[in-house]
């Protein structure tokens, strides 16, 4: 089990403002640095990143990006590649959340992302998860799938450079996350299907997280009841009330 835990703030679409990207960014990090066993990760939109990325003490607050071409260059309008991420000092990136599988993402072009992000150095938190839950357990077999599908010719020896994030569909922007005790269940079930893929020894450091309407309320007892080793979190990672006080909630789980 990784021995540190990790939290990445996806920040989606927002703030509306640069101004407003440092200022969470500035509290962020200063929470950050108060903290004794917990890495933080930002994941601002593209347009943010150079101007949170930390030159000094980059380990108080690392920056992930929210995507990334399946591309590694050429013509591609619109798109970022994995090596400008890296090169603009970011260190993550998100791949397969749910709002982009919705969008048209499938497993083949998820697995196709996570390749190129893993190629051209960037860490890949790569997102999975049920959109229902149905009585006879037919979400255990779609989430399997979704997993195995996403790592199809990801080399075995980038399995350190994988972190999952199991984020249920329906508990994502929601009112209420996951109970504790099934988290916990999920997460065991996702380090299996990694262990099938990658390996028991990979499978033992492999950080699975938890995303899904997590606040600074529910966010200790995830962890603890939980067992994950750290939570993607969306709305309050942009909350500079809220995500202080998530930060040093998990920090203090013993
Ligand atoms: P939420 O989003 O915390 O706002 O539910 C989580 C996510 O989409 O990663």
């Given at each position: 089990?990784?021995?540190?835990?990790?939290?990445?703030?996806?920040?989606?679409?927002?703030?509306?403002?640069?101004?407003?990207?440092?200022?969470?960014?500035?509290?962020?990090?200063?929470?950050?640095?108060?903290?004794?066993?917990?890495?933080?990760?930002?994941?601002?939109p593209?347009?943010?990143?150079?101007?949170?990325?930390?030159?000094?003490?980059?380990?108080?607050?690392?920056v992930?990006?929210?995507?990334?071409?399946?591309?590694?260059?050429?013509?591609?309008?619109?798109?970022?590649?994995?090596?400008?991420?890296?090169?603009?000092?970011?260190?993550?990136?998100?791949?397969?959340?749910?709002?982009?599988?919705?969008?048209?993402?499938t497993?083949?072009?998820?697995?196709?992302?996570?390749?190129?992000?893993?190629?051209?150095?960037?860490k890949?938190?790569?997102?999975?998860?049920?959109?229902?839950?149905?009585?006879?357990?037919?979400?255990?077999?779609?989430?399997?799938n979704?997993?195995?599908?996403?790592?199809?010719?990801?080399?075995?020896?980038?399995?350190?450079?994988i972190?999952?994030?199991?984020?249920?569909?329906?508990?994502?922007?929601?009112?209420?996350?996951?109970?504790?005790?099934?988290?916990?269940?999920?997460?065991?079930?996702?380090?299996?299907?990694?262990?099938?893929?990658?390996?028991?020894?990979?499978?033992?450091?492999?950080?699975?997280?938890?995303?899904?309407?997590?606040?600074?309320?529910?966010a200790a007892?995830?962890?603890?009841?939980?067992?994950?080793?750290?939570l993607?979190?969306?709305?309050?990672?942009?909350?500079?009330?809220?995500?202080p006080?998530?930060?040093r909630?998990?920090?203090?789980v013993?």
């Amino acid at each position: 089990m990784p021995t540190r835990r990790l939290v990445v703030g996806n920040w989606k679409m927002t703030p509306a403002t640069l101004k407003e990207a440092k200022r969470i960014a500035r509290v962020t990090r200063k929470v950050a640095a108060e903290l004794k066993h917990t890495d933080v990760v930002a994941c601002p939109p593209f347009v943010y990143i150079t101007a949170i990325v930390l030159k000094k003490h980059p380990e108080l607050m690392r920056v992930g990006a929210q995507s990334v071409s399946m591309h590694e260059a050429g013509a591609h309008t619109g798109e970022v590649s994995a090596a400008m991420i890296k090169d603009v000092g970011a260190e993550y990136v998100i791949v397969g959340h749910s709002e982009d599988r919705a969008a048209g993402d499938t497993d083949a072009d998820v697995a196709k992302r996570v390749q190129a992000a893993l190629a051209g150095g960037l860490k890949s938190i790569v997102c999975v998860g049920e959109s229902i839950r149905d009585e006879a357990g037919a979400y255990l077999e779609t989430l399997k799938n979704q997993i195995k599908n996403s790592f199809a010719d990801v080399p075995k020896n980038q399995s350190k450079n994988i972190i999952m994030a199991y984020e249920p569909v329906w508990a994502i922007g929601a009112k209420e996350a996951m109970v504790p005790a099934q988290v916990y269940e999920m997460s065991l079930f996702v380090k299996k299907i990694f262990s099938d893929v990658f390996g028991h020894g990979p499978a033992m450091k492999v950080s699975v997280l938890y995303g899904g309407s997590v606040n600074f309320r529910n966010a200790a007892d995830i962890i603890f009841i939980g067992k994950v080793d750290g939570l993607l979190v969306g709305r309050e990672s942009v909350s500079v009330v809220g995500f202080p006080d998530l930060l040093r909630a998990v920090d203090s789980v013993a």
